[in-house]
């Protein structure tokens, strides 16, 4: 599964276009005074503005596999990078899925993750910066907690998913797809990890490729 594109809302539309631009030099195109498209490897992340509330989402973006320790050290002059108790650290070490992960906030308060996934054998010999990043690999879902099963049985019917090989599902964290992209499925009011930041619901459209074949999740 690959994410080609991935739409989310803000309220702080302005905020967001001077750090993907300045803090994490990524390509950012202005469409219109209400959107913007940030290019992330080889997803299309884009920002609607909104004035109803302030919405937050959850993603990843994944790195080569070989660059986890880089990548904390180009962001550490950047952002302040997330601390994670149960590691004793700022680099997560996610032995089930073979993978490493940082996290941080954007200014909006959305939950950043790059992740060196090694089953993917991406390794690079560049010095890292953004032009590493090679694409939005997770986007969170949040359905209401009543819904939670219904829901998540919907989008890997509707789309022919599967769950995660490597996560097997639990009562309140379901991910589906593989390492080239995921959906993390949350019930309302779960913290996202590794913050006490519940998830709220909030409108996300995804873009996606599976099995060679386009989807289009569109959640309100």
Do not use: C
């Not at 290019?39 to 973006?61: M, N, S, V």
């Not at 962001?75 to 004793?88: G, I």
């Not at 789309?159 to 959906?183: C, H, V, W």
């Amino acid at each position: 599964m690959r994410i080609e594109k991935l739409i989310l809302q803000t309220s702080y539309l302005a905020t967001l276009k001077e750090f993907y631009s300045s803090i994490l030099e990524l390509p950012v195109h202005v469409i219109s005074d209400q959107e913007i498209q940030i290019q992330i490897g080889t997803t299309d992340l884009i920002f609607t503005e909104t004035k109803t509330g302030e919405p937050f989402y959850h993603f990843a973006i994944n790195i080569p596999s070989n660059k986890i320790d880089e990548a904390k050290s180009w962001l550490d002059s950047r952002v302040k990078l997330l601390w994670m108790e149960d590691y004793k650290s700022d680099i997560a070490d996610f032995v089930n899925w073979h993978a490493k992960s940082v996290y941080f906030y954007d200014p909006a308060g959305n939950i950043l993750e790059l992740i060196s996934r090694f089953d993917l054998n991406h390794n690079s010999k560049e010095p890292f910066s953004s032009s590493e990043f090679l694409s939005i690999s997770e986007a969170g879902l949040v359905f209401k907690s009543e819904e939670f099963d219904q829901k998540t049985a919907t989008v890997l019917n509707e789309n022919s998913l599967s769950y995660f090989t490597k996560q097997p599902p639990m009562s309140q964290f379901r991910a589906i797809g593989d390492d080239e992209g995921l959906f993390i499925v949350v019930p309302e009011e779960r913290n996202w990890y590794p913050t006490d930041k519940p998830a709220g619901i909030f409108p996300i459209t995804v873009e996606f490729e599976h099995n060679a074949e386009q989807h289009h999740l569109n959640l309100d």
